[in-house]
């Protein structure tokens, strides 16, 4: 979530953003697909999620199946790269205890290339993508074949207060500009946005190379860093060295952001929905003044075409159900599910309809913006060597503020070479 990184956020709204508060102990390898008196037991391997939503779908699907199956949740790991690394281990292992995947969006190469995971055809596929937003699919799908089932998504949208800037900026130029203004004026100016060594700084920087016209990869094993990339550094560069910069901008994560922004020092915030429900309830002033925008733009006129996030669902190679467990991740991720996982856990649909259901309108009257963005979203490098992209990156950029944009290029280009030439997967 997932996202950049996602945050977990309690506050009897809980929302992904891959920082979750819960944990959870993993079952023994071959254990827990057995089936009694007919019945498979599908265990769904998943993120904390702690609003409910996904108890509910598990028990509205078993009930559906009409004694087919049974589905049992197993909790990951809070954070995304510990999750990552059970399931790796556990996949390496060919182990059948797995057969539904809460996958990160961003695993889907890896797990497609090693044969960990088995492909949506026929009218399961049809299934998943009738309907669902394309950009959700591309990040499910690998060499032309669909791995996942999008079932939920999420995009960064641009927070501000509106008793401090009337009129929102569209571009990082006119918003790190109006900060340097309001600091002038000694009023409330930072820019929140994730600054820290880790997953939230590569998504920030992908966010700003595609807003620029570039991508970081142009396949699987091809480094495509040009001029938009050399521009995204600037603008990384540049607003490190302003006074919009918050004083703890290379040690910020989503959940730091959302607290500067409550806390009245801050004028804007980069960050996903969740920051709303959160300032109604912990900072109701700075809730009053709260707007909502687009993610600016690199290029004025040119939509920013913002990272996305989000969960797709997989099916293990070595489930002992396999054809149940595709039925059982359809459920999962119907109308009816993603609606109450996006009203109870604040996690956006993928399902196109659902951005014009009434029943949206009052928790997420920013619906229609997170569509748009969507719609214009771009995914991250698509490799199976993408955990070691995201660390070169983040080794490159970490902290902003000792960006060199001219000499960035190269030193990126080093570190993205010699991960693709890491030899494979953990």
Known sequence: MQEGKLVGWKVGLAVLVLAGLGGGLLAGCGGSSASSGGRATLTWYVFPEHSGAFTQAAADCTRASGGRYTIAIQTLPSDADSQRQQLVRRLAAKDSSIDIIGMDVTWTAEFAEAGWILPWTGTAAQQVTTGTLAVPIQTAT??????????????????????????????????????????????????????????????WFNTLVNSAGGTILSGPTTVSLGAPAQVAAGVMKQLASSPGADPSLSNQQEDQNRLGFENGTAAFELNYPFVYPSAQMNAPKIFAQMGYTLYPAIIAGKPARVTIGGLNLAVSAYSAHSADAFAAAACLRNAAHQKVAAIKGGLPPTLSALYDDPGLAKPYPFHQLIKEQLATASVRPQTPLYSDVSLGIQKSLSPPGAINPRAVLGNLESELKLALSSGGLI
């Open 142 to 203: 690998y060499k032309g074949r669909l791995y996942g089932a999008p079932a939920n998504s999420n995009t960064q949208l641009l927070w501000y207060r509106k008793d401090l800037v009337p009129k929102p900026p569209q571009t990082w130029a006119e918003m790190i500009s109006m900060a340097t203004a309001l600091a002038r004026q000694g009023k409330p100016h930072y820019i929140e946005i994730q600054g820290k060594q880790y997953e939230g700084l590569t998504v």
